[in-house]
């Protein structure tokens, strides 16, 4: 439960698709006043290719918190990978939650699926007995498939019943279940001598075929050929004529279930089979009259605006995606979902995809949701939007206010290929397909772009760090000599225009020879960065400090200090720090300071040999007092 709910999850696939939308609605309108608020967990294809982009859609699944959820819901027929559906029963079995299967058969869960042998019996019974028709020939499916080779033993058996002998080798033909095979079966049919008085269908789709490819050929249905149809999709409706069929109608399995959720909870979590009848839909292609008025040119309106609608919203969201890819952050781009065409949502991104630094396509990296999410956008919040963390047990914000709405609350992960970015949660109030048919363009769009930025925003990275270890130093994190280029171009471009001299200082590690020999490399590592710190803290800050090379290091900068107090500021700090250190050996170095005159910048290679004359001449007179000192027994 969440509050004073019990929570039911349900598990689709296309929520686009009418069959699915029927579920969605008519389940959440059956369970409401039972209490019950309806998750639903969408992917917006079937998953059966497993490909990397579904394995990122099915990420979704993920999300479900067993915890949380008083019964889960699968559709089975909608989604095609049968590894989710065992791993999401198995997962229910951990926690004791209910499962409920819509369709399909599996063992420990409670199966709901239509009685299809009977309501396509009543179909063949419609054409045999009460229209009394002898001469029937029988449109199968694929030739194997399971669905197909059952409308073939009840066809048979229905003839058999009534004094007619099947004969399959004339009365048989396979359409398999589509347009194509289906028209060149009823071709090479039509070429027979003697025709059918039926011609029963194992789905509409054959049916609608089968009535355009007589009517086509001179042959009048139902007055020559009657032609029947199974499944009841909507298609049969606006089909000349109108095709007789059996409706299955889920609708029927949401009251079943909604009837199941009055149990207790251990009466649901004991295995059970219920069969859904499909009801007889008598309509003119079998010669009756029936099936009511349909008000075509109103349904095509429809469809006409709801494509243009279509066409309107992808141009919308790819410009938005444009817009997105461009964004100088990903903070920054959150705002560009505030659009008319999204409203109802909630964009929740994994941390990871926040932190730029990070590359979330890596297999290494931690691919769940984890404990915190970003609220990326929320279209309910006023604008401007600022993204904040939410912790991922709390769905979305603003989760109470949709429970009270009792409208189904929608989840779709965001992928870029199989990587989960987030998800998106969609609240409509209303149960209009034309939002639902939105999902999937919406998801679309925000992969491309944030999973686009994403890998764009990474790369960018990944360059600047690699021309980062190029330019800097990794010991000292001074300057390298050939990444100081840029900057000592733009400083001294910068003096040039000002007028004034550059002050250039040449320093050289005394005695790190001595340090290596006598106390390791890493002393000698530890010599260099002091000596790099001391000359980098005293410059100004924007200094271009570089390591030349071994123990060698020069500074770029403007001053008017006197040269004496710049050489006397390394000093002290060199000596401050063989204070603090503890070191068994003195840090020293030889400072060359030299200042160019106003206004005149000399080149980068005379700067360097006029400080190198100073540097070399002290560190030879430092050399001299080591030597001194060493003669007289004391340290180096």
């Known amino acids: 439960m969440i509050g004073k709910y019990k929570i039911a999850a349900l598990c689709v696939s296309r929520i686009f698709d009418d069959s699915t939308h029927e579920i969605v609605t008519e389940l959440n309108k059956n369970i409401i006043d039972k209490g019950y608020r309806l998750f639903v967990y969408h992917s917006c294809s ?27 819901i699968i559709a089975d027929e909608m989604i095609k990978n049968k590894n989710i559906i065992y791993r999401l029963i198995d997962k229910a079995a951990i926690f004791d ?103 029963v269908c194992a789905n509409d ?17 139902p007055e020559e050929i009657a032609v029947t149809g199974f499944d009841g999709i909507l298609d049969i409706n606006f089909s000349n004529p109108r095709i007789t069929s059996s409706l299955c109608c889920y609708g029927d399995i949401t009251r079943k279930i909604a009837g199941l959720l009055s149990l207790g909870r251990e009466e649901l979590l ?87 630094t990070i590359n979330p396509f890596e297999e290494e990296t931690d691919r769940g949701f984890g404990e915190q999410m970003c609220v990326f956008f929320n279209t309910d919040a006023p604008a401007p939007f600022a993204p904040h963390d939410f912790p991922t047990k709390g769905v979305m914000p603003g989760l109470e206010v949709a429970l009270d709405a009792a409208y189904p609350v929608i989840f779709s992960a965001l992928h870029f290929l199989d990587v989960p970015l987030g998800y998106c949660v969609f609240t409509y109030q209303n149960y209009e397909i034309g939002n639902y048919e939105k999902i999937p363009q919406i998801i679309n769009a925000l992969n491309n772009s944030i999973g686009g930025y994403r890998n764009l925003k990474y790369q960018q990275f990944i360059t600047k760090k690699v021309r980062e270890l190029s330019q800097f130093d990794q010991l000292t994190g001074l300057y390298t000599r050939g990444g100081s280029e840029r900057a000592y171009e733009a400083l001294s471009k910068r003096l040039r225009e000002q007028g004034k001299p550059i002050t250039v200082v040449m320093s050289d590690l005394d005695g790190l020879k001595y340090i290596n020999d006598n106390f390791g490399h890493n002393e000698g590592d530890f010599a260099i960065k002091a000596t790099a710190s001391a000359i980098k803290n005293s410059c100004p800050e924007n200094a271009v400090c570089i390591r030349m090379g071994g123990d060698e290091m020069a500074a770029f900068f403007s001053s008017s200090l006197p040269i004496e107090d710049i050489e006397a500021e390394v000093a002290a700090r060199l000596k401050s720090i063989n204070r603090s250190s503890g070191k068994p050996y003195p840090i020293d170095a030889s400072i060359g300071v030299f200042r160019s005159a106003g206004g005149e910048i000399p080149s980068f290679e005379e700067l360097i040999r006029s400080a190198d004359e100073k540097m070399y001449s002290i560190k030879a007179e430092h050399r001299r007092r080591r030597e001194e000192r060493i003669k007289q027994g004391g340290k180096m």
């Not at 469809?303 to 920054?332: C, D, H, P, Q, T």
């Open 46 to 72: 079937d998953l059966f290719w497993d490909t990397a982009s579904e394995k990122g859609e099915a990420a979704v699944f993920d999300l479900i918190d067993m915890r949380s959820i008083d019964v889960l």
């Open 97 to 199: 939650v209910p499962v409920i299967m819509i369709g399909g058969n599996y063992s420990g869960v409670i199966n709901i699926s239509f009685d299809y042998e009977s309501g396509f019996e009543d179909v063949v019974r419609h054409v045999v007995e009460f229209h009394k028709m002898k001469r029937l020939h029988f449109m199968a499916g694929v030739q194997g498939n399971e669905f197909s080779e059952k409308r073939i033993d009840v066809f048979e058996r229905v003839l058999n019943e009534n004094g007619i002998e099947f004969d399959r080798n004339t009365m048989l033909s396979y359409g398999d279940f589509w347009f194509g095979p289906t028209a060149a079966a009823t071709e090479k049919l039509l070429e027979r001598e003697e025709l059918p008085e039926a011609i």
């Open 205 to 221: 789709t054959m049916a609608i075929t089968v009535c355009n490819t007589l009517t086509n050929s001179g042959v009048r249905v």
């Open 270 to 356: 004991h295995e059970a089979h219920y069969a859904i009848k499909s009801r007889l839909i008598i309509s003119e292609s079998c010669g009756c009259q029936g099936g009511g008025i349909i008000n075509v040119a109103k349904h095509l309106t429809d469809l006409n605006a709801r494509f243009y609608r279509y066409k309107e919203e992808e141009k919308s969201l790819n410009e938005m995606g444009v817009r997105i890819l461009s964004g100088s952050s990903l903070k920054a781009a959150a705002n560009e979902l505030s659009t008319p065409i999204i409203y109802n949502m909630r964009c929740m991104l994994r941390k990871e995809v926040i932190d730029e």
